[in-house]
């Protein structure tokens, strides 16, 4: 019995791990079913480009990129070989950028970041500050955890999970700003 279920047990895990391969091609399955039958003739081209190649904010793993591209916001393989250099904004941004697509990347980043700065002056103790100024210390200004905990009055352990709260929202921003000036 032991043997069997050990046996059963790896199978199990095999699929599993078939199954997280294929489900971004799954996912894209059923975008393209969602999507062609409902375009008109005009938005054809537009759909036949979303479809080819479509946009990273659909990708199951975005808010992973997103997290990923800040870590090395200021230079790494992480920034410089992010899949949200595919992002419509970043090309978009190609031109202030002299060309430059992690530069164009780290434009857009800080847009994102700075659509989430609070109206008024910048406070370092309140509430409603707390995720700006957790993204602009830790990555646009690139300050150690330890220092920006002491600065905000936080726990390191709080830091952290405040940290992922504000990158998930950098990527709920940087979703709106790819749809902003069309439908993704």
């Known amino acids: ?44 081209a537009v759909a036949h480009t979303m479809l080819l190649d479509p946009s990273p904010i659909h990708d199951p793993e ?17 920034l410089t070989h992010s899949p949200l250099t595919k992002l419509r904004i970043v090309m978009q941004g190609l031109d202030q950028a002299e060309g430059d697509v992690t530069k164009a990347l780290r434009q857009v980043l800080e847009m994102a970041i700075e659509r989430l700065r609070p109206e008024g002056k910048q406070e370092f103790v309140t509430q409603e500050w707390l995720l700006y100024n957790i993204l602009d210390m830790r990555f646009l200004q690139g300050r150690k955890v330890r ?27 940087l979703t709106e700003m790819e749809l902003e000036d069309g439908s993704l």
Not at 2 to 17: H, I, K, Y
Not at 19 to 39: A, C, F, K, S, W
Not at 62 to 78: E, R, T
């Open 1 to 44: 019995r032991t043997g069997r279920a050990l046996v059963d047990r790896r199978v199990q895990q095999e699929v599993f791990v078939s199954l997280r391969r294929i489900i971004p091609d799954i996912e894209r399955i059923q975008q393209m079913r969602g999507t062609v039958p409902y375009m008109s003739r005009g938005n054809q």
């Open 62 to 78: 975005f808010a992973n990129w997103v997290k990923d591209a800040l870590s090395h916001y200021w230079g790494g393989p992480k």
């Open 147 to 173: 220092e920006i905990a002491h600065k905000l009055a936080v726990s390191e352990s709080d830091l952290y999970r405040k940290q992922r709260i504000a990158i998930e929202q950098v990527a709920r921003v």
